[in-house]
Nanobody, 113 residues
Framework: QVQLVESGGGLVQPGGSLRLSCVGS????????MSWYRQAPGKERELVAR???????NYADSVKGRFTISRDNAKNTMYLQMNSLKPDDTAVYYC???????WGQGTQVTVSS
C-alpha cells in the first residue's frame, strides 16, 4: 500500500535552515508529481511547493527564494530545503503524491529563538 514518510523537522532559530525528506513507497514514485504542504496551529493546510514528474517546480509566494523542492527518483525521495526560516514557517509539514489520496504523519518544524 501507499506510504509517505516525512522526516527532518525540528527546532531552529530564525534565519536558520532545515532539510525535509519524504520517502514514498507502494507506487511508482517517478511517475507522480509530488507536493509539500504545511499546517500551522489553528490554520488550514496550505500548499508550499510542488515538483512535477518532469521536474518543473512551483512555490507559494511566501516561500519563494527561500525554499527549494527537489527529488531523487532513484531513492524514491523528495526534499524541501528551507533557508532563512521565519517564525511564520512554524507548522507540521506533509508530503503528498498528486492524485493519490494519502497523507503521511508529517514532520514538525518550529522556528523560534
Amino acid at each position: 500500500q501507499v506510504q509517505l514518510v516525512e522526516s527532518g523537522g525540528g527546532l531552529v532559530q530564525p534565519g536558520g535552515s532545515l532539510r525535509l525528506s519524504c520517502v514514498g513507497s507502494g507506487f511508482t514514485f517517478s511517475n507522480y508529481g509530488m507536493s509539500w504542504y504545511r499546517q500551522a496551529p489553528g490554520k488550514e493546510r496550505e500548499l508550499v511547493a510542488r515538483i512535477f514528474a518532469g521536474g518543473s517546480t512551483n512555490y507559494a509566494d511566501s516561500v519563494k527564494g527561500r525554499f527549494t523542492i527537489s527529488r531523487d527518483n532513484a531513492k524514491n525521495t523528495m526534499y524541501l530545503q528551507m533557508n532563512s526560516l521565519k517564525p511564520d514557517d512554524t507548522a507540521v509539514y506533509y508530503c503528498k503524491a498528486h492524485y493519490i489520496d494519502y497523507w503521511g504523519q508529517g514532520t514538525q518544524v518550529t522556528v523560534s529563538s
